[in-house]
């Protein structure tokens, strides 16, 4: 991919744990790489095509002065989270923040923070079948879409199921929706469930009725398993209430385990309901 390079960008700014750090103030060094493509801007030689490196040293110098943070990692954080805000062609970046005033004893050159942050495609499924169904999951995924790191792309249609898992209990109403997120996948998975407390969820008992439901289905294409998320989601492919509507906005993609599209999988997992 092609890269936009900010080198030694010197910034004096008011972070660190110690009290003076926030009193005195020093100078911060910031490296970065904005990878994106940058043949449309090649060919057409309009900046709109690319990114303003100007515009982009400023932004950071701005977030820089804006906020004073503890930890130069929070201050790496909120710069990166501002650039993918504002430039959406930028797809990964490499963001290094350097601190050669460092109160240290010892000799030292330099100590920095170096983060690597990029777009991830993930598929989430949504239901809910308590209290006013249509509103929560309308308000949950406009809560999602609020959050500076997270963008809801595509929808699919909203359908109606019955209820998996034997639990008697009302119809679901059923959908999933494609989102750009620069979360790790721990840390979206707490925000999912932040969002599902937000919006009245309480764990009950196993497939029961909730307010609203938020799974992980599709984490760009990793194979990832811990004690509490597994993606792909394990029982994806039994569920012609996610496969359907995953079909739906996603009929190419291909599942990283099975090797099938998520329209062969939708068709297979039809068939099984049919019979």
Known sequence: MDEI??????????HGVLEEESINGQDFYINAILRLSLQP???SDELEQ??????????????????RFKLIESCAEAVSTALFGKYCRLRE?????RKPQAPISEEFGCVSVRIVRKRH???????SNAGDPEQHIEDGIASLDRDPMCRVKRMSGIIKSTPYGGVVQDDF???VLELSTLYEPEMLLKKLKEIEKEHGRVETLRWG????DLDIILYDDIVMKTDELIIPHPDMCNRDFVMRPLAQIAPEVLHPVWHKTMAELAGEVAEKHII
């Open 50 to 67: 690319s990114v303003s490196y100007a515009e982009a040293c400023e932004l950071i110098a701005d977030v820089m002065h804006r906020k």
């Open 5 to 14: 390079r900010i080198e030694g960008l010197k910034v004096f700014a008011y």
């Open 173 to 175: 109403l059923n959908g």
């Open 121 to 127: 495609r993930v598929f989430i499924a949504y239901g």
């Open 41 to 43: 801007a090649g060919i």
């Open 93 to 97: 970046l490499e963001l290094e923040v």
């Open 209 to 212: 009725p909730r307010t609203l």
